[in-house]
């Protein structure tokens, strides 16, 4: 029987026997879950091969703690790694069923804010391509990150219901389930520290398998979710007290609720406390478990296992570690702080302050009293190890538990996210604790997996990649330098050119079905992320307002017709994000109806940006926005999917900017702004947006429409406040780069209009893209972090 009728046999198996739905009966949801449970079970034998051998070569694992794993979808993914696309469209249209869709019904798996979260699920794919035995732990929260619309162009935000249809990716092990006590208190005997919590909660495992490329390889992905130990506390029901005797049900209701939406500001609230110490504590009981099942010594542990620390968010495993063994297995504390340094790796993230984890001491000890006592048995250790450290740099200061200085001491390697980040980490995070420390602090630069985000994302791309340069590529992505002679050939840059308008056809119809027309021979420039000062969406739509007004005044001027499209989110608390996306509204509103510019210009803003949208996005863009005020994006990792796709960048120095430029060269990337040494010089002149809004007319001009009420005649003093504070609190330094800005996007334009000159310089992008898959991050954190070996 072929491959086809095979795989036909067994989805339409499934429909009968896994789903109880006949035929003429099955929705797209039948289709879907069939196909799912028919592509899931061929990789049960990878999966279970992998384990075993992992078990019988007794290997080293990595456990890989995130708060966050932002998954997206799982079916083509599994489809592609396991090399059926071919059989499964067959398949499908087989059985009258047309796949896209079929794959297209999957609601994403929204387990994260934004890059930190999409990370760690490349990393996880990145692990099982190349055979790295790891485990990533991680909540099952109920509610994924918020659905987002617009109500009059503002953010309104909706629960998202990720698991309101069956999950077909994961198994529930009722099996791995652990205590996870809270609060009580400690008391001593013996010299024993016992810790008598006043609460607990059970944490449960659901397992989702990660399957690697060409199905060699699968890992585990444990999302742990909650439930209460005791339904309710009977003693206090009998006594009449009903609300308190629920109390365990509902906060283990809560746990796992609901995932904290606020990726910018740090609230210090005691329930995302919880949350962390929930994941960590259940994935060390986890990892402690599954070592003593065939090893007896704990000071071996480091030698079994890797723990790497995605943020400060699990930065308790210090402490948690310790407790599990000197409290539970009877370790001496300074053996198990020993073991514990061994074990973990600390990777970070961000710099902003005010994203940095501190937990007031009150809180912390309330909620973890034997952790709190623990920390500062760390401290004291730590200042008496390292006679020459200064007092000031300890982990709790000012009555607060800094989650920074904690990672970074329980950890035997600290690492940024690109060469940039890395060496501010060292000198403006921890200069101190570098200096105590030297060589602890590493540069891991950021990478984004191959297969999803551009083999899957774009099949138009790929195909023509295989076509010159062979079968291969997705696993060794430095290849695509191979594509360098072919760039050069004329009909190579027809057939490159063809797929970009393939996928703009593509976006341009789903655009439209949103209500906008735009016409695909237009320059796409994109700027999708989270919405964040920082990052600089304003800067973007002051230069649309500021192209919209230059095109009318001389309408039958040279013009490059373009559509700038903007995705993303903002904190729901975070009220001047939120004005920025009413903003961007407003202005996509007016110019998007104006007969004069027509299809010169547009501005498109799709609601709900996921990680499915970018993968339509990508693959369609022309340019890539990363216009981040320098020093502030620690990588970035959508400005790597967008050059892998063929879209150059115009960017500030920042984060990876920098090594997108090196490895793509200065002439095939659209350089503009202040550097991230030159952006704190610049702050010390308190005058420094107002000298540069004086010193731009077409700045001045586009302020005083906003001010005027030009993009909000229903309210025309709706950005006085915005105005106000580009003129007067400019942080960000958007009107200090504004003029550097405009003149890159002219230089975009004219290359733009030059054809091909510009797709030479988007198939080097591509070819010199290499670089940045996550495969290359994961093998460095092998070596200089995990010394784990692959095991294929
Ligand atoms: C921070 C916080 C603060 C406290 C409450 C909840 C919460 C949730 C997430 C975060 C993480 C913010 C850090 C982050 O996402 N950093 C991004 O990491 C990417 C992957 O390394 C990197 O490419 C981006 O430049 C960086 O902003």
């Given at each position: 029987m072929n491959a086809v009728s095979n795989l036909r046999d067994e989805i339409l198996r499934h429909l009968t026997f896994t789903l109880g739905k006949d035929r003429p009966n099955a929705t797209v949801y039948d289709w879907r879950m069939a196909l799912s449970y028919a592509v899931r079970d061929r990789i049960m034998v990878p999966w279970f091969d992998a384990t075993r051998r992992t078990w019988a070569e007794d290997r080293k694992r990595v456990y890989y703690l995130s708060m966050e794993f932002l998954i997206g979808r799982l079916l083509e993914d599994a489809i592609i790694n396991l090399g059926i696309h071919h059989e499964a469209e067959e398949a499908m249209a087989a059985l009258g069923q047309d796949f896209r869709a079929v794959v297209e019904d999957e609601p994403d798996a929204a387990l994260g804010n934004g890059g930190l979260g999409r990370l760690a699920a490349c990393f996880m794919e990145s692990m099982a391509t190349l055979g790295c035995p790891a485990y990533g732990y991680g909540i099952r929260y109920e509610n994924g990150l918020f659905r987002q619309r617009f109500q009059t162009g503002q953010q309104v935000e909706a629960p998202e219901d990720w698991l309101a249809q069956t999950h077909p990716w994961e198994f529930p092990r009722p099996e791995a389930k652990y205590v996870i006590p809270f609060g009580g208190h400690v008391e001593t005997k013996g010299g024993q520290s016992i810790w008598v919590p006043g609460a607990s909660v059970h944490a449960m495992a659901?397992?989702?398998?990660?399957?690697?490329?060409?199905?060699?390889?699968?890992?585990?992905?444990?999302?742990?979710?909650?439930?209460?130990?005791?339904?309710?506390?009977?003693?206090?029901?009998?006594?009449?007290?009903?609300?308190?005797?629920?109390?365990?049900?509902?906060?283990?209701?809560?746990?796992?609720?609901?995932?904290?939406?606020?990726?910018?500001?740090?609230?210090?609230?005691?329930?995302?406390?919880?949350?962390?110490?929930?994941?960590?504590?259940?994935?060390?009981?986890?990892?402690l478990r599954r070592f003593l099942q065939n090893h007896a010594d704990l000071r071996a542990l480091?030698?079994?296992?890797?723990?790497?620390?995605?943020?400060?968010?699990?930065?308790?495993?210090?402490?948690?570690l310790i407790r599990l063994l000197v409290d539970e297995h009877h370790m001496d504390f300074r053996d198990a702080v020993n073991v514990a340094q061994k074990c973990l790796g600390y990777t970070n993230h961000t710099l902003l302050p005010e994203a940095l984890e501190r937990w007031a001491t009150f809180t912390f000890g309330n909620v973890l009293p034997r952790h709190m006592q623990i920390v500062e048995q760390i401290d004291h250790w730590h200042l008496d190890e390292n006679h020459s450290r200064p007092h000031y740099v300890g982990i709790v200061k000012h009555h607060e538990v800094r989650m920074g200085e904690l990672a970074f001491i329980m950890s035997h390697k600290v690492n940024g996210v690109s060469a940039l980040h890395s060496d501010l980490v060292k000198q403006n995070l921890f200069p101190e604790l570098d200096k105590l420390h030297p060589g602890r602090i590493i540069n891991q630069t950021n990478g984004v997996t191959p297969r999803r985000w551009l083999k899957m994302c774009n099949p138009a791309l790929s195909g023509l990649i295989t076509e010159t340069i062979g079968e291969g590529w997705e696993s060794h992505l430095d290849r695509l330098r191979e594509l360098e002679p072919a760039i050069d050939t004329k009909p190579f840059l027809a057939d490159f050119g063809a797929a970009k308008r393939q996928n703009k056809v593509a976006l341009s119809n789903w655009i439209g079905g949103q209500g906008v027309s735009v016409s695909p021979d237009a320059l796409f420039d994109v700027q999708i992320k989270r919405i964040h000062e920082y990052k600089r969406q304003l800067l973007n739509i002051l230069e649309t307002i500021a192209r919209w007004s230059a095109i009318r005044d001389k309408p039958n001027g040279d013009w490059v017709p373009r559509v700038k499209i903007f995705g993303g989110k903002s904190a729901p608390g975070y009220a001047v994000a939120k004005e920025i996306i009413h903003l961007i509204n407003d202005v996509a509103r007016t110019i998007n109806a104006d007969p004069v510019t027509g299809d010169l210009l547009k501005v498109v803003f799709p609601p709900n940006y996921n990680v499915s949208m970018a993968q339509r996005l990508v693959p369609a863009a022309d340019l890539s926005e990363q216009i981040s005020t320098a020093g502030k994006e620690a990588s970035g990792t959508g400005n790597m999917k967008f050059m892998m796709n063929g879209a150059p960048?115009?960017?500030?120095?920042?984060?990876?900017?920098?090594?997108?430029?090196?490895?793509?060269?200065?002439?095939?990337?659209?350089?503009?702004?202040?550097?991230?040494?030159?952006?704190?010089?610049?702050?010390?002149?308190?005058?420094?947006?107002?000298?540069?809004?004086?010193?731009?007319?077409?700045?001045?001009?586009?302020?005083q429409m906003i001010a005027e009420g030009r993009f909000s005649p229903e309210q025309k003093d709706r950005y006085h406040g915005l105005v106000h504070r580009i003129w007067h609190h400019d942080y960000f330094l958007v009107a200090s780069d504004f003029d550097s800005y405009i003149k890159a996007q002219e230089c975009a334009d004219a290359a733009f209009a030059d054809r091909d000159r510009w797709l030479r310089m988007a198939a080097l992008n591509t070819a010199r893209s290499g670089f940045f898959s996550s495969d290359r991050t994961i093998r460095g954190y092998m070596q200089d972090i995990w010394s784990v070996e692959p095991a294929i």
């Open positions: 659901h397992d989702t398998l990660v399957i690697g490329w060409q199905g060699k390889w699968a890992n585990t992905l444990r999302f742990w979710s909650a439930e209460p130990t005791n339904l309710f506390d009977l003693e206090r029901f009998n006594r009449g007290d009903y609300t308190a005797a629920a109390e365990p049900e509902v906060l283990a209701r809560t746990l796992s609720r609901v995932l904290y939406p606020d990726d910018t500001t740090y609230q210090g609230k005691e329930l995302r406390l919880k949350q962390e110490f929930f994941l960590t504590s259940a994935a060390l009981q986890d990892i480091p030698n079994h296992v890797a723990i790497q620390m995605n943020d400060t968010h699990p930065a308790i495993a210090g402490p948690e960048t115009i960017g500030t120095l920042d984060g990876a900017n920098v090594e997108i430029l090196k490895e793509v060269g200065a002439e095939n990337f659209f350089l503009f702004g202040l550097t991230a040494e030159e952006v704190p010089k610049r702050r010390e002149n308190p005058e420094h947006s107002a000298n540069a809004i004086e010193a731009s007319k077409p700045l001045q001009d586009v302020l």
